[in-house]
C-alpha cells in the first residue's frame, strides 16, 4: 500500500494506481471545480485526455498544477489538492456562479471590453478572482531537466499491439528503433482488453524488441512533430511533485527518425446531455480501465450510454466485477445489443443526470420518443472514437473523413510518417444528434462550454470554426479540444447545414500534452540558458571579489572595489592610477588570429581596410573590418611577427563574427591564397599594463628596453615566453602581453607584483571605458554600430588607397558621401552629467539629430565628457546641444567638440 | 546506471597543421616522414607520440611532437599552436555515447562512430571536437573558457544518464 492525501487528508493506494485510480479506490468522485461555473466534477477518462479532474500535486517549488489525476502515478507521500474552489471542494463560494451561467454565456468576457475602461478594471478584479486553474508555484523548481538527442531508423509512437508489433518486427529487421509509450507499462488497450493478447505477449515482444537493440521509453509522450521528421518526446523520470532518484526530473528528446510509426491509438467521445458533467459520468473505456487494469469499481447500479459495440465489453467488464447493469441505452435500433445478455433499450439517448455529492442519483433517456429514468450512480458513455491525428497533422499531414467512424482519419503526408492500428482504422460508430437541453449539455468540460454556447456564436456570427473555438474558449488549455473538438465541429455543421468535413479544423500544434517550463530550458534553466565563459585568469580575479561584467557570454572584471567603494569611486581610482602611474588589467578575451604564409599579408589587404603589407617585422599599426556594403564592423590591431606571419586582434563582443568572417574570405573569396588563418583568441591570455610608469615595470620584468609604441617583440617573463604588443587604448603608454593561456597566471601574478611595487593598481572595464572615452577611441557596439562608415568615424585617411578591401565598391557609394550623415564628435557637459544613450537636439520639442553613445567623467580634471553620433558633426564643433534622455528624465546642456579629451597629439605614447 | 568516467587529461602541445599548397605532395612526404598516411575527413591517425585528426579539408588538428613537421610542410603550409586555448576531456567507460547525447545534436550512439573517427558538434551551446580513442574511450577538445561549464554539465548529466 502508499500512502498519499488529497486536500490534506490521507489515504491509501496500491502499486500501479494513477491518483485518479487512488481516488476512486477510496469512494472519491468529486474531485474538482469547472474553470467558469464552478461546477463539480469527477474524474471522466482514465488517460491524458482528461479535462476535468485536474489537481495540484506535490510541494514548494515542486508543486505541478493543472495535473490531470488520470496522469500521475502515485508514489508514497503524494500530496495533491483540489483547485478552483474555496473555502473547499464540497462547499465552494464560487459555485454561486452558476446561477448566474445565463450572464456568464459564450463571449461574455469580450463583452465586458464594451463601455469605459473603468467597468472593465471593475470586471477584471472579478473575472480573475472566479476564473482560472491552478496557481504557479512561487518558489523554484529544485529538479534538473534534461535534454537528450536521439537517433533512430524507425519511431513508433504508442505500444499498444499494432505499435509493438511494428517495432518489433522493425527491430528485427536490423533497424535502430525507438518505441514511446506515454503509459508506465506497454500494451495500452491491451491492458484494457487483455482477451486477445495478454500480459505475456506484452512481457515477450517489449524483450525481443530489446533484444534485437531497441529502444523502448515508457512514461514518454511524444509531443511534437517538426520539419525533417524531428520529433520531441518528453519523458517523465520521476511523478509530478515527487523528489527524482537522480535529480533529473524530466527528459526533452529531439528525437531524429528516417521513419516514424504513429500507433496513438483514438480517443473515447462523450455525449452531449444534460448534466453530463456530473462525477459519476465517466468514458466507457475508462470505466473498464478501472475495472480491469486497477480493480476498481466506481459504481454499483451502472448504466451504460452507447453508439457503438465497444461498450458491451464495459458492461461485461462491470458485471464481472459484480456491479450491476441498470440499462444499456443503445442509439442504434434494434436488434443492436440484443445478444449482450444485458437490459438494452434501444433507440435511446441520454437526456439528464441527477446527482450527489461523489456519484450519480439518477438518468433519464430517451427512448424511442418516451422519457425513462432509472436510479444509478454510474453512467458510462461512449459517443464514438476521435483517432489522435495530433503528431500527423502536426508533420503537415492531411485528413481523410471516415464517414462509417464519423471522423477523421489521417491521408497523406510530406513527411515520413505512416499512421497504424486504431487511429487509422476507428471503429464504426452510429451516427446520433442530442435530444437534451443544450444550455447544460457541455461538450467542453474543462472550460465550461455548452452545446448552447455554439449556438449562442453562431446566432452572433461566428462561422469559421477558428472565431468559434476564440469566441467559446472551446479547445483550449489542457486538453486542447481532445474531447471537445467533434463535437463542436458536430454542432457547427449542423447549424451551417453541411457535413462535418465542410465545417473545418482547427490547427493541430505542438504539444500534444502539456509541457513544463523548465523542460523547454533544459540544463540551462538555472543559468539564463548558456555557459559563462571563464577567464584563463578567471580564478586570480575572483580572489579579489571584483564586480563582474557580462561581456557577451564572456564575465570580465568591471571594477576592484576596496575599502567600501561604489564601483564609480573604485574606476575612478584605477583610472587615476593609470593616468599618472600604472595599471594592470585582463585583455584575453579580444579576438585573436594568427595569420602565416607567403600571401598572408594579401590575404590580411582583404580583411582589413588599411594597409598591412607595408608593415616592417616587428611593427603594427591600428586596422578596420569593414562589411561588404562598406560599413565598419570591427576594428583592431595588426602586427607583423615574422617575414610571413601576423598577429590580428579585434573586438571582444564581435570575436565569433570576425572568426566567421575571416574563415568566409579563406574559404571562399581567396581558396588561392598560400594563407593559414588559425583563430587563438583562446591560445593566447593578454595583460594589458598602462600608465607613465608601464614601461620602466615593463623594462624590470623583461630585462631589456622594451619596443616603442606600435612595434613588438618576443620576450621573457617569469621563465615564461611572450609576445608583447606596444599598443595603447588608454592613451598612455601601454603594453599588451600575450602568453599561453596554461601559463598565464605565472606571468601575470610577475607582472602584479611589479605594477604593486610601484604603486599601480588593478583596472576593470568601468575604468577602461573612462580611459578610451577621454582618448576619444571607438568601441564596437557603440561608435562602430554597423551604420557607420570610415568616414563618418573620421578614419577615412587610414584607408588602403590600393583597395581591394572587402568593403571598398560598398563604401564608393555616393550615398555614402553625401551631407546629412551622422559623424563621430565629442560632447563636453556645460551642466551635469551627459546621460549615455540621450538624443542630442538643439532646442526642447526638436527632432534628434544624434545620439551619445558613450559618456564618462574626466579622469583629472573632473567634470562630464562623452561621445556621440551627430549628424553633419564634423562641422558643428562649438555648438551648443541638448543631450535629452526623456525615459530617465535627464538632460544635460552639451557643447560639440573634436572626439579627443586627452592628448589629443599622442604624445604620451612616446618615449 | 550507465557508467562514465570524466577525466580531464594533462595540457599536451597541439598545432592547426595547414596544407595550403601542393596537398599530394605534402601527403607523400607526410606519409614517408611519419609512416602513416594523413586521416581522411573525420577520421584520425597515428601514434602515441603523434596524432592527427582531420578538422576540415586542408586542417588537421596535430596532438604531439612536431619537430618533424615542419619540413614535410615546407612551404606548402604551416603549423600553428593552439594547445593553450583547447582543454582535452577523457570520457570513459561504456555510457560516453549516452553522455555525449545529452545536450547534443549529433549521432554519437551511431555504431560507425566506431575508434578512429572524429566529429566537430556542438554540446549544450559549446563547439566540441570528438575523437573515438576506443568503444570505452572518447576524448573530447573543448574550449578553455567553456571547459568548467562543460565539465560541471558532463558531470551532472553522468550521475542521471538512466532512461
Aim: proline share 5%; aromatic share 8%; net charge neutral.
Amino acid at each position: 500500500m502508499i500512502n498519499f492525501s488529497f486536500d490534506g487528508k490521507a489515504y491509501t493506494a496500491q502499486v500501479g494506481d494513477t491518483l485518479a485510480a487512488a481516488l476512486l479506490r477510496n469512494g472519491i468522485g468529486l474531485v474538482g471545480r469547472s474553470f467558469k461555473y464552478h461546477r463539480p466534477r469527477g474524474i471522466m477518462t482514465a488517460g491524458v485526455e482528461e479535462p476535468n479532474a485536474l489537481v495540484t500535486v506535490g510541494e514548494g517549488g515542486r508543486a505541478e498544477p493543472n495535473t490531470r489525476a488520470t496522469d500521475v502515478f502515485v508514489y508514497e507521500g503524494l500530496v495533491a489538492r483540489s483547485q478552483n474552489r474555496w473555502p473547499n471542494l464540497s462547499f465552494d463560494i464560487g459555485s454561486v456562479l452558476g446561477l448566474a451561467a445565463p450572464a456568464l454565456s459564450a463571449g461574455f468576457y469580450y463583452k465586458t471590453f464594451f463601455g469605459s475602461a473603468k467597468k472593465w478594471m471593475f470586471y477584471e478584479y472579478f473575472i480573475r478572482k472566479a476564473a482560472g486553474l491552478g496557481n504557479a508555484p512561487t518558489q523554484a523548481d529544485p529538479d534538473r531537466f534534461s535534454h537528450r538527442a536521439a537517433f533512430c531508423d524507425v519511431l513508433v509512437v504508442g505500444a499498444g499491439p499494432a505499435g509493438m508489433q511494428a517495432a518489433l518486427e522493425a527491430a528485427e529487421s536490423g533497424k535502430r528503433v525507438i518505441l514511446v509509450e506515454q503509459d508506465n507499462i506497454l500494451g495500452a488497450s491491451l491492458i484494457r482488453d487483455p482477451q486477445e493478447l495478454d500480459a505475456a505477449w506484452i512481457e515477450a515482444t517489449a524483450a525481443r524488441i530489446r533484444a534485437a537493440g531497441g529502444r523502448i521509453l515508457t512514461r514518454t509522450t511524444a509531443s511534437g512533430y517538426w520539419e525533417h521528421d524531428l520529433v520531441t518526446l518528453t519523458q517523465r523520470l520521476s511523478e509530478p511533485g515527487q523528489t527524482p532518484d537522480n535529480g533529473v526530473a524530466q527528459r526533452l528528446w529531439h528525437v531524429r527518425a528516417g521513419q516514424v510509426i504513429l500507433a496513438s491509438g483514438s480517443i473515447e467521445r462523450p455525449m452531449a446531455f444534460a448534466h453530463n458533467d456530473r462525477p459519476g459520468v465517466m468514458l466507457s473505456q475508462a470505466l473498464r480501465s478501472y475495472v480491469r487494469r486497477f480493480g476498481v469499481v466506481p459504481g454499483k447500479r451502472v448504466v451504460i450510454a452507447t453508439n457503438n459495440d465497444d461498450a458491451y465489453k464495459t458492461a461485461q467488464a462491470m458485471k464481472d466485477a459484480g456491479a450491476q447493469i441498470v440499462a444499456v441505452l443503445d442509439a442504434r435500433p434494434a436488434p443492436a445489443g440484443a445478444n449482450s445478455g444485458h437490459r438494452v433499450y434501444n433507440n435511446a439517448i441520454p437526456l439528464s443526470t441527477k446527482g450527489a455529492r461523489h456519484c450519480l442519483k439518477n438518468v433519464s433517456a430517451s427512448v424511442d420518443g418516451q422519457t425513462l429514468e432509472w436510479d444509478a450512480d454510474l453512467l458510462a458513455v461512449s459517443g464514438g472514437f476521435t483517432p489522435v491525428v495530433h503528431l500527423h497533422m502536426q508533420a503537415g499531414g492531411t485528413l481523410d473523413w471516415n464517414a462509417d467512424a464519423q471522423a477523421f482519419v489521417p491521408a497523406s503526408s510530406r513527411q515520413n510518417v505512416t499512421t497504424i492500428g486504431g487511429a487509422a482504422e476507428p471503429q464504426p460508430i452510429f451516427k446520433m444528434a442530442s435530444a437534451a437541453k443544450p444550455k447544460k449539455s457541455f461538450i467542453d468540460f474543462q472550460n465550461d462550454v455548452t452545446l448552447a454556447d455554439v449556438d449562442l456564436a453562431w446566432a452572433e456570427g461566428y462561422r469559421s470554426v477558428e472565431h468559434l473555438k476564440r469566441y467559446t474558449t472551446l479547445g483550449m488549455a489542457t486538453d486542447q479540444g481532445k474531447l471537445s473538438n467533434m463535437a463542436a465541429l458536430g454542432r457547427l455543421a449542423e447549424k451551417q447545414g453541411v457535413a462535418i468535413p465542410e465545417a473545418g479544423l482547427t490547427t493541430f500544434r505542438p504539444p500534444y500534452t502539456p509541457v513544463t517550463m523548465g523542460l523547454l530550458a533544459g540544463a540551462g534553466a538555472k543559468d539564463a540558458g548558456a555557459h559563462v565563459r571563464r577567464l584563463a585568469l578567471y580564478d586570480l580575479h575572483a580572489a579579489k571579489n571584483p564586480i563582474w561584467q557580462p561581456l557577451g557570454y564572456w564575465f570580465r572584471p568591471r571594477a576592484y572595489p576596496t575599502g567600501g567603494e561604489t564601483l564609480a569611486q573604485a574606476a575612478l581610482r584605477e583610472a587615476k592610477a593609470v593616468r599618472n602611474n600604472v595599471g594592470i588589467t585582463d585583455v584575453s578575451t579580444l579576438a585573436k588570429f594568427e595569420v602565416s604564409g607567403p600571401d598572408a599579408a594579401a590575404f590580411l589587404e582583404i580583411i582589413c581596410a588599411t594597409t598591412v603589407s607595408k608593415l616592417a617585422v616587428g611593427r603594427g599599426r591600428y586596422t578596420f573590418m569593414l562589411r561588404e556594403d562598406g560599413f565598419v564592423f570591427d576594428d583592431g590591431t595588426v602586427w607583423r611577427l615574422d617575414e610571413n606571419r601576423y598577429l590580428l586582434t579585434s573586438s571582444t563582443g564581435g570575436a565569433d563574427r570576425m572568426a566567421t568572417h575571416i574563415s568566409y574570405v579563406r574559404q571562399y573569396l581567396c581558396p588561392h591564397l598560400r594563407v593559414s588563418a588559425v583563430n587563438v583568441q583562446e591560445h593566447y591570455a593578454g595583460i594589458a599594463i598602462a600608465g607613465p610608469t608601464a614601461k620602466a615595470v615593463l623594462t624590470t620584468l623583461i630585462g631589456e628596453e622594451p619596443p616603442r609604441h606600435m612595434s613588438t617583440v618576443p620576450a621573457v617573463i617569469a621563465g615564461v615566453p611572450v609576445i608583447i604588443l606596444a599598443a595603447s587604448y588608454s592613451g598612455e603608454r601601454a603594453f599588451e602581453i600575450y602568453i599561453t593561456a596554461s601559463d598565464a597566471a605565472t606571468v601575470w601574478a610577475a607582472c602584479e607584483a611589479e605594477v604593486m611595487k610601484v604603486g599601480g593598481a588593478l583596472y576593470g572595464l568601468e575604468a577602461m571605458e573612462f580611459l578610451r572615452i577621454e582618448k576619444g577611441h571607438l568601441v564596437v557596439g557603440g561608435e562602430v554600430d554597423g551604420r557607420m562608415t570610415p568616414h563618418d568615424l573620421a578614419l577615412d585617411k587610414m584607408l588602403n588607397k590600393a583597395g581591394g578591401f572587402i568593403g571598398a565598391s560598398g563604401l564608393a557609394r555616393p550615398a555614402l558621401a553625401e551631407a546629412g550623415r551622422r559623424q563621430l564628435v565629442g560632447l563636453e557637459a556645460l551642466d551635469g552629467d551627459i546621460p549615455e544613450g540621450s538624443m542630442l537636439i538643439p532646442s526642447e520639442g526638436a527632432s534628434p539629430q544624434g545620439h551619445v553613445s558613450a559618456g564618462a567623467f574626466r579622469i583629472i580634471e573632473g567634470g562630464s565628457v562623452a561621445l556621440g553620433q551627430l549628424v553633419d558633426g564634423f562641422s558643428r564643433h562649438g555648438e551648443i546641444l541638448i543631450a535629452s534622455s526623456p525615459t530617465r528624465g535627464q538632460k544635460a546642456r552639451v557643447r560639440v567638440v573634436a572626439p579627443h579629451f586627452y592628448d589629443p597629439a599622442g604624445e604620451r605614447y612616446r618615449d | 546506471m550507465t557508467e562514465v568516467t570524466i577525466t580531464t587529461l594533462p595540457a599536451a602541445p597541439l598545432h592547426v597543421f595547414e596544407i595550403w599548397n601542393n596537398a599530394v605532395a605534402v601527403a607523400k612526404r607526410f606519409k614517408a616522414a611519419m609512416g602513416f598516411a594523413l586521416p581522411a575527413t573525420g577520421r584520425s591517425g597515428g601514434n602515441d607520440a603523434l596524432r592527427l585528426i582531420r578538422f576540415e579539408p586542408t586542417v588537421w588538428l596535430v596532438e604531439g611532437d612536431i619537430s618533424s613537421l615542419g619540413d614535410v610542410l615546407a612551404e606548402d603550409g604551416a603549423l600553428t599552436a593552439i594547445s593553450g586555448g583547447i582543454v582535452r576531456i577523457r570520457l570513459s567507460g561504456k555510457g560516453w555515447r549516452t553522455l555525449l547525447m545529452e545536450g547534443g545534436v549529433f549521432d554519437a550512439e551511431s555504431p560507425d562512430f566506431a575508434a578512429g573517427c572524429s566529429a566537430a558538434t556542438i554540446i549544450d551551446h559549446v563547439n566540441v571536437r570528438l575523437h573515438v580513442i576506443d568503444e570505452t574511450t572518447c576524448d573530447a577538445y573543448v574550449p578553455l573558457s567553456f571547459s568548467q561549464g562543460l565539465l560541471h554539465f558532463w558531470r551532472q548529466a553522468a550521475g542521471s544518464l538512466v532512461e
